[in-house]
């Protein structure tokens, strides 16, 4: 049976995602039986079926503030945070040779400064990836992985680099956008051995999601990836250090070499700052973001009440899992704190529709991190490259260890497919 739910008006039209070599990724495609036609009563297995009860004395926070229970240091590093967080760079500031944003706010705004982008030009960004003596490649010798779109030229017309393009020689070319940083720190907060746990629990749907286990750059030590688009990254300040050299080209102390111009040496004189370019500022983004709040959910009508357990049954929730908790933790702006993100931070093979050919640690071409829904009506661009725009069209590209759950949902009934889409816009 083959899987096809286009929604009108949503294709991926214009959409270069993998070319080449994209069968390695298919190949790993999961492998399911009968999908669909099987209701949404009819739960596999050990389906997540947890709800979250609305709690009148949880905090309600406007998108974009902090955490409750600050201590005035973390509130006052929160405050200088946002305020570098939205400021410009120029080259003076090390910004370049080659760039994507000129501020992290640039890129991250919807709804208030740390949401996600919303569009898919200036705030979507391409990477790349290429197989080079028969091994996957993040292409650095070409301006890989992470393609910059501007240089200094915008500054300096007589500027030796100009901006980088796609070179040929990429197999992979997946375009990323910019995702929300709304509470950030809890999530951070969720103790490894959870997400563990997560990986290691069996549904019968077909879901099976791994934990990808990254390097960290300074330790070397193996940790939970959690953060991006795959889970790529560990920890918050691995990846504020990771976009300010790739998105800013500043480097920091963890970070310290730049981007080379498509490959090339960085020409004499192009480069006046000495590395690291910044050590405050990169600071100051991490508070941001750790003590940044999450979307708060508005009240459940009684149709959202009944979408939410449709969540559960028709299998969503088993990937999108409802709730984590973070651990005992010094900061009581994040001890033991619901985290309603629905997510379970591991990431799953979602199929040849989405793969995107690109390895990441040890996420492979055909794997992402179930995508948090917290937030999601603020949302305006849905899925990895933003191809999709209403949670139909989200799901429609849902295959793979998804399949299942996608068959059930288009299998069910518009009201009960309304009251799913009601719940999620209460997110
Ligand atoms: C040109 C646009 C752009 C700029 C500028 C930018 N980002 Fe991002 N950001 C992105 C995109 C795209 C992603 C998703 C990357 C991925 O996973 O492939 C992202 C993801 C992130 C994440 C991961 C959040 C999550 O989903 O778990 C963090 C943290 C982050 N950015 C911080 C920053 C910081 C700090 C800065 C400034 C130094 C910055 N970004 C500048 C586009 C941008
Ligand atoms: C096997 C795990 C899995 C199941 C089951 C699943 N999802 Fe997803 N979902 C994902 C992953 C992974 C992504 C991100 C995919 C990408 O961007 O390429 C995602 C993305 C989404 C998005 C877009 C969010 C964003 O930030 O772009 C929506 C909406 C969504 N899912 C809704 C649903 C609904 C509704 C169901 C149930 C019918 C469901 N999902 C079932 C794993 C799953």
Known sequence: ????????????????????????????????????????????????????????????????????????????????????????????????PVFNGQSCGQCHFQGAIGGAGNDLALTRVTRIGGIVDGKYSDLEH????????????????????????VPSEAKFVSLRITTPLFGLGLIEAIPESEIVARSQRKFGDGVAGTVNWVTHPVTGKKEVGRFGWKSQISTIEVFASDAYVNEMGITVPIFQDEQKPQGH??????????????????????????????????PLSIVAQQGEKLFGTTGCANCHAPQYKTGVNANPALNQKDVNLYSDLLVHRMGSMLADGIIQESAQGDQFRTAPLWGLSKRRLLLHDGRATTVDAAVSYHSGEASIAAGRYFSASESDRSAIREFLKSL
Not at 34 to 53: E, F
Not at 278 to 293: P, T
């Open 265 to 298: 040496p960085i020409a004499p004189g192009a480069d006046s700052v000495g590395e690291p370019e910044d050590a405050e500022d990169v600071e100051l983004f991490i508070s941001f973001m750790k003590f940044l709040a999450p979307p708060t959910r508005s």
């Open 142 to 165: 070409l301006g890989g992985p992470v393609i910059q779109s501007r240089s200094n030229r915008e500054f300096d017309p007589m500027f030796p680099h100009g901006r980088e393009f």
């Open 1 to 96: 049976m083959t899987l096809n739910w286009k929604n009108e008006g949503e294709n991926m039209k214009g959409q270069k995602t993998i070319t080449g070599f994209g069968a390695v990724s298919a190949l790993a495609l999961f492998v399911v039986g009968a999908c669909g036609g099987s209701g949404t009563a009819d739960i596999a297995g050990d389906a997540d079926l947890r709800t979250i009860p609305d709690d009148p004395s949880a905090v309600s926070y406007t998108l974009g503030s902090k955490l409750a229970n600050l201590s005035g240091q973390d509130s006052t590093d929160f405050d200088d945070g946002l305020v570098a967080f939205s400021s410009n760079e120029g080259p003076a500031d090390g910004l370049g």
